[in-house]
């Protein structure tokens, strides 16, 4: 009994020094934090059916890419609320700069009023002079422009412009400059093979590579060029057939004036439909088997022209061309061009609240068939934050 009261009388200086001890202090990261989204509502009206994704099977408003023509030949309406989105973007430090951000937004695909969170962007960063390396969740520096459309989901895939979101690590450099500033991204990430989505076993054990190299003049004219590059293996029980993706391609941003402001891409490649790039283009998608390459050229561009703070006009057009020799597409059905041309009416009206009025006009042609087409009527409210 002895020993054990003189262990605890001098086992307590140490308990209360222990208390006395500070704790480490998490970074207080929602003090410094910006949040940032919009809550958006769309009324949606077709002429004819439409379909999106490349799958007949999604009869979805909210995202019509392709035009079908079936035999009902049926409009439709809808109304939805899922291209709402949430964001938080952090940043700590001068020197040595560490933070990220976390974007969210509903889309489901068809309308449904309980639609689920989905992960858009979700990544670390950190900078020193100029060196940035960002892990997890990003854009593709394929295709990285983005129309001005009503559309916030789909944008125009599948209609030139291709680029999407997916895990990876990214490598950015930039100079500062008021008159040039030159930036390089490389990046290494998750590819895709065809019969899977995005996030599938890559059995080539070889991730994607993508790259581009841009500069802004004048801290607003930005003009780049982009590759990218992915080998797949398949599972061996169902063809030995390799392939790969690869393409290039170009993008600009030039605000001319208010008046007048051209945005847009240029693009080409082999089976870029297998990376999750979406263009009507990729193996095996529209035939039986993994041997045939299919090629695609894609091209977008939308003007844009700010009348007045409370009244705006778009125009935009893209369409993705299916290259691959008559050869080839004869033995496969498979789509040989998608063509979009579209035009807003944007009213500003006050605090980061508009109204939209976009009206869009598809043509899909199959190859040796005939040219369907659908005419899209998109009413949009929106309030920024």
């Known amino acids: 009994m002895k020993k054990l009261l003189l262990f605890m009388v001098m086992a307590l200086p140490l308990f209360v020094l222990a208390q006395d001890k500070p ?12 949040i940032y989204g919009f809550l958006q509502g769309n009324m949606i009206y077709v002429t004819n059916s439409v379909y999106s994704w490349g799958n007949t099977a999604n009869n979805y408003l909210s995202s019509p890419q392709f035009a079908t023509n079936d035999t009902a030949g049926y409009p439709a309406l809808g109304f939805t609320a899922q291209h709402s989105r949430f964001g938080f973007d952090i940043s700590k430090g001068t020197k040595v700069k560490v933070g990220g951000k976390l974007e969210i937004d509903f889309y489901g695909g068809p309308h449904d009023a309980n639609v689920k969170p989905r992960i858009r962007l979700g990544y670390a960063s950190l900078v020193v002079k100029g060196f940035e390396v960002r892990i997890g969740q990003q854009w593709d520096l394929f295709s990285p422009n983005n129309p001005t459309t009503n559309n916030t989901n789909g944008n125009m895939w599948y209609a030139g412009n291709l680029g999407f979101r997916r895990a990876q690590i990214q490598l950015i450099y930039k100079i500062t400059n008021d008159k040039f500033a030159p930036m390089i991204q490389l990046s290494a ?9 995005l996030g599938s076993d890559n059995k080539s054990g070889i991730p994607m590579f993508q790259g581009r190299l ?27 057939y390799d392939f790969t993706s690869s393409g290039f391609g170009i993008d600009i941003t030039l605000p001319f004036h208010k008046y007048l402001e051209i945005k847009g891409e240029f693009n080409s490649g082999t089976n870029l439909n297998n990376a999750n790039l979406f263009s009507a283009s990729g193996s095996g998608i529209h035939s039986f ?3 045939i390459d299919q090629k695609n050229l894609g ?30 597409l004869s033995k496969m059905v498979s789509v040989e061009s998608n063509t979009v041309i579209y035009g807003d009416l944007i009213f500003p009206i006050i605090n980061g609240f508009s109204l939209a ?7 899909t042609k199959i190859y040796g068939g005939e040219t369907n087409s659908a005419f899209v009527i998109n009413f949009a409210g929106k309030i920024t934050f």
Do not use: C
């Open 23 to 34: 704790k480490e202090e998490k970074p207080k990261w929602f003090d410094e934090g910006k």
């Open 189 to 197: 990430g998750e590819a895709t093979k065809e019969e899977a989505s």
């Open 214 to 240: 841009s500069a802004k003049i004048q801290k607003k004219y930005e003009m780049g060029v982009y590759f990218v590059n992915a080998s797949y293996r398949p599972d061996v029980d169902t063809t030995k």
């Open 289 to 291: 088997g993994k041997d």
């Open 299 to 328: 091209i977008w561009f939308n003007l844009t022209s700010k009348i007045s703070d409370h009244f705006q006009i778009v125009l935009g057009y893209g369409i993705d061309q299916n290259k691959t020799s008559k050869e080839k």
């Open 357 to 363: 009025l976009e009206g869009q006009s598809i043509a």
